[in-house]
């Protein structure tokens, strides 16, 4: 995270819980071979391993697929800021895509800006990791939404 | 196709088959349970029947999925007006989620505003169609890239 | 208009008034020689003359001055449907540029694609006219907040 | 400058004063009173003090006088990496608005993130300052076009 990062406090301590559940719930990160690697207050990585199943025609990964990790990451790196009654919604996106998704694994990470009681403004970043480099791939600016009273998981 | 739509002419009269071929390159598509439903000059429609396996948390079609579909048919959308020597890739593009992705059926329409030799500019329209109704659930802004010379399947 | 466009319905008659009113408190357009030429139910355009006083380095009106000018037209199409104790916000937008912004006259438009009780989704275009020939110079897409309970003016 | 910024060599020595020249021949800068605060290479910042000359309605500073002056910021990071016979166009950006944008200043920050032939990323940041705090208020992600063999200049 950027030295600069601002110490974010978690409204509910359990947020960590709480984040790895709703990941689990969402069938197309498992779809797509993406796991969880890290939460934070106000943070949130997701990674995956580049493959057939999820390139486009060059071979690279698909800038949807990168889309979907960041999406998510930044979704989730808001969302362990949310008191436990929330849940959380993208509302829009923007994404740069910088340079061809490949390697040996695709990090995608989500970093709050700004934590509001209604919007929270996240931004995200997507490295390539190779032969122990990292190359920027993907920059993500992104509007989130914050459900009170909604659950996160569909009704029973 | 709205009615102001300008009429492009394609410079390759073997379009469609070329979106077609490298649509079927794309493992992401397939991945999603994707396919090309339309193309036209300047315009692709892609379309997905919603599963768990491209939900998010509460259920709903996951906004990257909407994004891979949608960043497809509106690259798809420029790369229809390409000449045949040259590939395509996403250089950014901006989406606003509306409602949630879900019902019968999902489907992403790419239109070309701009076509320039370098950068074509596109939009997008997510619809969710249900019971004979349709609901726009996202809108995406994107910038494309020509790469003269690259052709588009990886080299054999 | 295009034909698509949705009837909207005002939530408050006098909505023409207040987005007028609200327009002239706009230090920022009368400084850019920018007029509100059209208001209709979930649509604004705003205009202005092409002079070296908004000029970017090249002589063409300068992106920000048409950011600037269709910012306001999309908040306010999305404020005139507001009700009279809400103000409007922009959350974020996002605007490609297509042509040089030149000519006789630039109009702005906003359009309302999607009316909520928090958030509203607009989208933006800008055309250049020239010997009665328009040219599309930028498209926005925009996230409007409405602030109720919060009056539009400063307070006195 | 945040600590990970990439360092970039400058193509041209007197890129400063290539900056300086173009930032002068930008009129909307003048007429908004925005002044050109720092350029290095991949960076520039702009500010301006708050009138009412660049307000919105509710007296702050109006969001596309804050997109002014951050895309001015960001195309001139950008440009500060160009080789002497080339200009600068903004392809497009997306700007957040975090926070009313009112104070003491305005300053507005461009990085570039990426430089390549054709195309640059650059992101930007607006704070506001008042009585030596320093708030975020808007938050930017660009995409520029390098114009090679175009003088940045008007012809004579």
Redo the contacts between chains.
């Keep these: 995270m950027?030295?600069?990062a601002p110490a974010f406090v978690p409204a509910d301590p359990l947020y960590a819980t709480r984040v790895r559940e709703?990941?689990a719930?969402?069938?197309?990160?498992?779809?797509?071979g993406a796991r969880l690697s890290a939460v934070a207050p106000g943070y949130c990585a997701i990674e995956l391993v580049p493959?057939?199943?999820?390139?486009?025609?060059?071979?690279y990964?698909?800038?949807?697929?990168i889309?979907?990790?960041v999406?998510?990451a930044g979704g989730y790196a808001g969302y362990s800021l949310f008191p436990a009654t929330a849940?959380v919604?993208?509302?829009?996106?923007?994404?740069?895509?910088?340079?061809p998704a490949q390697g040996e694994r695709i990090v995608a990470e989500g970093f709050v800006?700004?934590s509001g009681r209604?919007?929270t403004?996240a931004?995200g970043e997507v490295h390539a990791e190779s032969a122990g480099r990292r190359t920027?791939v993907a920059?993500?600016?992104q509007?989130l939404?914050a459900m009170h009273g909604k659950p996160?998981?569909?009704a029973a």
Excluded: C, W, Y
């Excluded at 990964?61 to 697929?65: E, F, T």
């Excluded at 919604?89 to 340079?99: I, T, Y």
């Design positions: 950027p030295p600069e709703s990941f719930r969402q069938g197309a990160m498992a779809t797509v493959t057939p199943a999820v390139s486009q025609q060059h071979g990964v698909h800038a949807g697929v889309a979907m990790i999406d998510s849940s919604l993208s509302v829009e996106f923007k994404l740069n895509l910088l340079a800006v700004k209604t919007l403004i931004r920027l920059l993500m600016q509007t939404i996160d998981a569909p």
